[in-house]
């Protein structure tokens, strides 16, 4: 069972994982490299909870011992120290997450599990700098993860069933559910939401279909909450086209090329919400 955690990485993951974590009983030490960066994340954790307490859906008491379990650090050692998991949500970088592992490995009790929150690299090449890889793990949580419930459980070609048995249950202690995952680019999800994004991109490019038609056939028709095309240009057109990139180059597949669409908004600066103009217009 998993009583203390650390996570790596304040930033919108790494604050999201502490929070579930925190909320559900678990001790948890957040590491950042300056001090800013782990009061950020700490900051985000209180202003969450903040706001729960404010609409009454957690006593005082709850909220105080939540934000209690919380700790910040930029030493790691301290960040180490006595945890039965360390989650990494750094920056998706491989030699980056590979150090990390590499110095965490050195650092940790034997029986700790060493997952990675990576969205694309391979579990097997973050744990190959490490002289344990049977710790190592993948644990891919969804943006906002105090709201999304799915958790991608990632094994390794070298992954102990122990660790995997152990971070599932971890995953189900702070109320998410876990599927297992292949090591393969895109894992599960995202291999489905490239392609998704593609299609309706290449649709539009192509003139066979309006974005709001697109959009509305999937709501309507397949009952997704948000059209394709509205979440593109929520989570940023340059964004979906690197996505869309990593994977095409990951897999040499077709059907990931990006669509001709997205350079053509990206030159002209229609990168979606943030931008003012994607697919869509947004009054300013
Ligand atoms: N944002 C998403 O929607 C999302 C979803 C799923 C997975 N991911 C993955 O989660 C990871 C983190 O993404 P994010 O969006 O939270 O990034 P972010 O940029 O918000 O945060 C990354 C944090 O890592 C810190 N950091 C960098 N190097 C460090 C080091 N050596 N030691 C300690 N901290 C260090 C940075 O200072 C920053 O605070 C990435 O691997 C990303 O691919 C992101």
């Known amino acids: 069972m998993i009583k203390k955690l650390c996570v ?14 925190a909320e559900n009983g678990i001790e948890v030490v957040l590491r950042d490299t300056e001090d800013a960066f782990v009061q950020r994340g700490v900051g985000i954790i209180r202003n969450f909870i903040g706001k729960k307490l404010e609409k009454g859906k957690i006593s005082q008491d709850a909220h105080d011992q939540i934000i209690g379990r919380v700790r910040g650090t930029t030493n790691p050692e301290e960040g180490f120290s006595g945890v039965d998991m360390v989650i990494e949500a750094v920056f998706e970088s491989l030699p980056l997450k590979q150090k990390i ?12 599990i060493l997952a990675s929150n990576t969205s694309t690299l391979s579990i097997a090449k973050i744990a190959s700098e490490t002289a344990k890889p049977e710790r190592v793990i993948g644990t891919h949580f969804f943006s906002p993860v105090p709201v999304m419930r799915l958790v991608e459980v990632i094994r390794g070609d070298k992954t102990a069933d122990r660790v995997v048995t152990a971070t599932l249950d971890f995953c189900k202690a702070i109320g998410k559910t876990p599927i297992l995952a292949k090591d393969i680019p895109g894992f599960i999800v995202n291999r489905f939401l490239c392609l998704l994004y593609n299609e309706a991109a290449n649709q539009i490019h192509q003139g066979l279909a309006t974005a709001e038609d697109i959009d509305l056939g999937l709501k309507l028709g397949s009952n997704h909450p948000m059209g394709p095309v509205e979440i593109m240009d929520l989570a940023g057109v340059d964004v979906v086209n690197n996505a869309l990139k990593a994977m095409y180059e990951m897999t ?11 350079e053509e908004m990206i030159r002209a600066n229609r990168l979606g919400r943030k931008t003012g103009r994607g697919f869509y217009e947004y009054a300013k």
């Open 8 to 21: 790596i990485g304040a930033g919108t993951m790494g604050a999201g994982i502490a929070q579930v974590a």
């Open 101 to 112: 592992f590499a110095e965490a490995d050195r650092l940790c009790n034997p029986g700790v």
């Open 252 to 262: 040499g597949e077709e059907r990931y090329k990006p669509s001709p669409i997205f």
